[in-house]
């Protein structure tokens, strides 16, 4: 529909209501923008530089062949017009995003850059993401895709924030054929990604920490590979746990204890209170931002909280004042736990509970 | 001129490999295909790595056969089978073998464990802690074991069948990349087809159990077979060929860690043997290309968010599909 | 070829087409054209070597500044001419430039100074080749550029940082870039023809090779014709309206005439000039002869070149001229004069009265007192001729009968030769008092100016007045742009005689007038042809002018109207034989393209499949090139059991298991094989559509 909307108000209108649903979905998009943007590079500027001199040149001496030039190069930026174009059209893009997006690390996307064109290959293409502010994504860079083919390329991403991104498209640009204009097109591709916080090792040192501390559960004797004690070996006791160094040494059979593993529970308790905080700055935006910098960084301390008892072999389960996780262990327990923080606001709490994460057995 | 084909003394070799070699693997392949049904590409694969040396990683959720493929494989050769299950509490000495103190004859003698043995099957290593894991891919790799300062040699054939179950985390030791490393390849079994299904489930309960195979290959056989390996012609632009592919993965922007020089190493191996399974006395860019996932996807790391084992195995199909064919 | 090298190539082609541009102007002498030539080459080869002799940056800045002094010396001391100095200027710089070709920035320098020695080219030629050198110019300055941008984007953007990929280089690439050379070089004609135009320009237009040519000036020498008849140089070109074939009267293309007789040469001692008023349609009327208009009007566009006189020419009588001139002059004898001799080709329109013939009618007394007395005088010493003229013209009585019989007496007794001999007088036994009776009486045998002098006198000494006129045959008729090529060897002089009742009239008494103009029928179609496009170079490209826009636009618009019915009537009206000549012709056209593309094509490929892998058994390769014109084309990261597996035609498969037996596995294919791999070949080209 963008093709319709710039210039006369009455079409836009009837095409506003034609595509009613289409243009509430693109409102971002707007009534004026048109389908293609177009800026001149410098060589380009130099160019039209030249060709303004060479013209009034030609009107001044009314030398003919001066006037060919000129119309040379005018058929320069029509042949230049017509190849931009030819290039950009018909090229599709769609990514194809990791299941699990961490906040502030490289991500790796994947396009799927397109050429339907039944014949002409496009060169030169750069294709960028759509939202350049709030991501940093490298821009894709093609050389020549021929006509009908279907290339992908991997793009490292960055998002710098959890939370959801509504991604919304791509630019694709061209500086084909010659370098003096660099034409571009908007190709819609909406989708969504949820962006996990960041897990960042040092908070992970907190977590050790926590288990120093002896808020864990301390090592008790069971089944598993770390040597816990030794002792007398009794009739009860399988022959495998013979130690027999030491039985050779002190002449008696002499059995090897182990550290329990299994059953490892904690709990990660979040609480999300937005109270602020001891000291009260004295500019009303610093303080909001601040605090929102500390609750930034409480779901990033929950978040790395969750993946060190995750890996550690740990169940474990969140609870915020908002809503509460069951414990359990693996991989996916820890995405669940991810996805909550990735969306989490602060929420109203009681007054008596600031902002922080604890850790529970 | 001389040409390479006058270099080599091919054709003695190329007699004795084309009147018995390939009846020999074959009757193995077919052996093999009475117990799994319509997976002849895994058996051709287990084969491969069989008599290339290698080791095998099975990688698959429960009950589609990985145990059946090493039983069967261990039960077609007239050899020696043992079968280790891991455990949590399954300790080092468990599978190596344990001195002990024979108070008789006042000194230490050594227990061989099940490791002695010429095909392992190691089932569900990922459940056992890392010090036993590592315990028996140092005897893998060397293919002898060292108990307190005495070597014990590993008897040939010396195969290592490791099933891995990738669904489950809780309680489980995934294999670091460097331990991944020693298994020449690791393969997935999969759902079988919709044909083959139904010929499992009308099949009677023995019919299919390893355990109703006979040999078809002596362990003189298959260290025969082995040796041939070797002799496997590989052209240069072949050698070529993997060099690019290892160096591609080692390059690609999908990839946090590419393919060790083992991985190379291995990749040229598994070829040679894979030619010779499919009855050639030489490699063709196909052996290199169909292998390359099996041999390189679990020696390399993917980027955060893409390390699931089809995401890697992806991104391996699409670096080799992106490298010129030598012609 | 790998891309540098290509790039390397297209670079050099670039400066190839700057140095043709600039050799088109004369301006730079063969020898520092060749000196040229030879340094871009000896770049060339280093550079495709892969050694490129690179001058520092310090060393390189210090010869550009000594190279713009040794412009400015030329300009302000030697030349004295901008355009000259910048030619020179600008061609070696690009060579110095050739030698420092590192980044890309030098090699956008390097393209800018091409343009400027096109842009020279331009401002100093107005040559047909320039036409060429343009569309040369566009299709390597298109393939550059575009080469060029792809690989500075590639350079900047590209994550990996080697050599550009070789793909886009296939021939296609450069076939699409020379189809839209093409269509560029469409639209820039299309444009040129619709920029619009202002009029006349302030700085007059560039000069063109001036010709040598005499018989044009204030006098003229008995025997100065003589030499420029052999000269093929070509005058003007001369196209009349509303005529498509050559058949119409004589025509002679008058320059001017002379009075004055001294018995060695003619003189114009009527020498004033008249400016002309120019009415409200931008001609120029010559007053005195519109008024008797009853005659046929013939519109003439003549294209003429500089030969370093102020005359201009027209056709018979010429009574008006109009083109893009600041005035024009006329003087008594009815010739037109530029205020100031033109060192360009110019292009005007004359328009002239066909003359009509005249009645022979008894003169009144003393008629001829109607014009000066110069045109009755006489030297001395004729009196032989006087009486030899009395007895010509016994019995006629009206001065038209006389002179016609003066005229068919020289024609009949006289021979036309190019040299009379007039040197060898001192060693002929008999020698007459004056040129004219040496003609007359010794000699016999003479040209145009001869004839013309001894026309003139006789009639004067029978008291006709009477002048001689020089001026052009019509030449040669170009049946392909229609139109007369006139050449400095259809220079001609005849006889304009004082009529009662009629005025002045035209009498040829060449007798090989009559073939004058026939005789340089030696020019080829080929030579017609050029001459052809050189001449609508000129007119229409050249000479272009806001007069040719307006009636361009008229044109079109009446020809847009009439197009449908004309379209429709075109099936009806043509016969049979010329459509199915049409037809013959597409067909053959079409065929020869296509056979021109196969070759090119399979060429093409056999030549991709040969340079790589060297150890590939060329029946492989033989059978891929077949399969790709089935559209079967194997990727790259395809293995060739892979591709069989999904080309799925018969033998394939067979064939590159052979195939890679032989590869890979070493084997020396057997007579059998070979067979079987020919038949599968043939059977997999039996497919093919």
Redesign the interface.
Known sequence: MSYLSAPLPWLTAAANLLTRQKQISKKKIGLFVLPRTLSFTKEGKRFIAILFVIGIAAINTGNNLLYLIVAMMLSIIVISGILSESTLRGVEVCRILPRHIFAGTPVIVKWNISNKKRIFPSFSLVIDEALPNKLTAESGYILKLPARTTLAQIRPYIFHKRGLYKLEGFKTKTSFPFGFFLKGRRLDMPEDALVYPNIRPTKQIAAVKFSKSGELPEKIKGYGTHLYSLRDYTLMDDARVIHWKSTAKTTKLMAKEFEQEGNKKVKIIFYNTLTESTSLPANKEETISGLKDEFEEKVEEAASLANYFITSGFEVGFKSLTTELPCRSGKEQLYRILRELALIEPAAGSKNMPLTVVVSK | ML???DC?D?IPFMETFLTDTPTKISSLQKNLEKIIKGKPQIIKQAITALIARGHLLIEDIPGVGKTTLAHGLARSINCTFQRIQFT??L?P??IIG????NQERHG?EFKPGPIFANIILADEINRT?P??QSSLLEAMNDRQVSVDKITHPLPEPFMVIATQNSL????TYPLPESQLDRFMMRIRIGYPEAAAEKEILLSSSTELQPQRLNPVLSTEEVIYLQTLVDKI?V?D??VEYILTIADATRK???LRLGASPRGAMMLYRAAQAFALVEG???????DI?RLSISVLSHRVV?????E?ETDVEGIIQ?I???????? | MRFSAYFILISYLMAGTGLVAVSLTNIISPVFLIATGILISLSFFLSILGKPINIQRLVWNSLAIIILAAGLIDYLLISLSLIDASVRFLTILMVAKLFDLKTNRDYATLYLLTFFQLLAASASTVNLSFLFALALYILTGIWALTIFNLKRDWEEKSVAHNEIAKNILDPYFFIVTAGLAALSLIITLSLFFVIPRMGVGFFPKQTADTIKISGFSEKIDIGDLGPIKLDPSIVMRVELSGYKTPATSRLYFRGISFDTYNGAQWQQTIKELVALHKNSKGIWNLKSEIQNSNSEIIIQTILLEPIETNVIFAASTGIGVSGNFQNIAADKMGSFYLPAPFYSRIEYTAYSLLPAHPKPILPEQSYYKEVPLQYLHIPSGLDRVSVLVKGITSGKKTPLDKAISIEEYLKKNYRYTLSPGIPDRSIRKQEGKNPVEDFIFYTKAGYCEQYATTMAIMLRTIGIPSRIVTGFLPGEWNKFGNYFIIRNRDAHSWVEAYMPGAGWTTFDPTPSADTVGAMPAATTAIGLYIDTLKWKWNRYIVNYSFQDQMNLAKTVEGKGRSMLSKLRGSFNTKTVASKWKDMLLLITAVVIAAIILITIRSLVLRAKGKTRWPNTPLFYKDMLVLLAKKGKTKKTGETALEFADSVAIEGVKAATDIYYNIRFGGHKPTDEEKAQISAYLISIRKTLP
């Not at chain 2, 050639?280 to 196909?286: G, I, L, M, N, S």
């Open positions: 040409t390479a084909a080599f091919t949590s509490d300790l000495s468990d344990v001195t002990i103190y230490f802690t010090k036993t489950e985390y809780v309680g012609k052209d632009d072949l690609s922007s999908m050639r006395a030489y490699c063709v860019p196909d290309k993917a980027m955060q968010g893409m699931e699409e080799v599909d992106g490298i010129e064919v030598p012609l």
